[in-house]
């Protein structure tokens, strides 16, 4: 992914490889100082990118929890189906158990593919965690950058960038 910012007449490219297999996290939410200007070229497109993968993971998250809850559900039904037509009683490989509260949720949570669906779904809300807690500490990181850096004229700023790589973004100047 590319973005071009444009500081005064003078064009920064930002060249993100989204498809990086490592990110040092702490690197990410620490302020290089040696490169103040390029935190603050790349910080918003950071900040912008984590909250994209924080919703395709929540996404995934609401996607398992609904599989899991329509499981449920089913299981549920056909369990009091069954019960309906076994004089208040459902069937658990050979035993005939009573239809309770509990007995229902006892056969549910006993059921392997409930607690695959489950696993998964804890799974996802964990991932969903990981990405929401990186946005708040790279967002606070970016109010952070907001308040050290004075403002300069567009010449300054452009003299004071690195090239380097900040943020998972490769920072170059002056290309047309």
């Not at 910012?5 to 490219?13: A, L, N, R, W, Y």
């Not at 300054?156 to 998972?168: D, S």
Request: glycine fraction near 4%.
């Amino acid at each position: 992914m590319n973005t071009v910012v444009h500081i005064g007449d003078k064009p920064v490219v930002l060249v993100s490889k989204d498809s990086e297999e490592e990110i040092d996290i702490d690197a990410l939410c620490r302020i290089d100082h040696s490169n103040l200007y390029g935190e603050i070229v790349t910080v918003s497109a950071l900040l912008n990118k984590v909250g994209i993968w924080k919703s395709e993971a929540e996404a995934l998250y609401n996607k398992s929890k609904l599989r899991c809850d329509i499981y449920e559900a089913n299981f549920r039904k056909e369990i009091r189906i069954e019960a309906n037509k076994n004089l208040g009683k459902f069937k658990i490989g050979d035993d005939l158990i009573k239809l309770t509260e509990k007995s229902v949720d006892e056969a549910i949570y006993c059921d392997e593919e409930f607690q695959r669906l489950r696993n998964d779904m804890i799974e996802n809300q964990r991932m969903l965690n990981i990405l929401d807690s990186w946005f708040w500490a790279i967002n606070d990181k970016s109010k952070k950058l907001s308040s050290i850096v004075k403002p300069v004229s567009p010449e300054e700023f452009l003299n004071e960038l690195v090239e380097a790589k900040v943020n998972t973004f490769l920072i170059k100047k002056g290309i047309k």
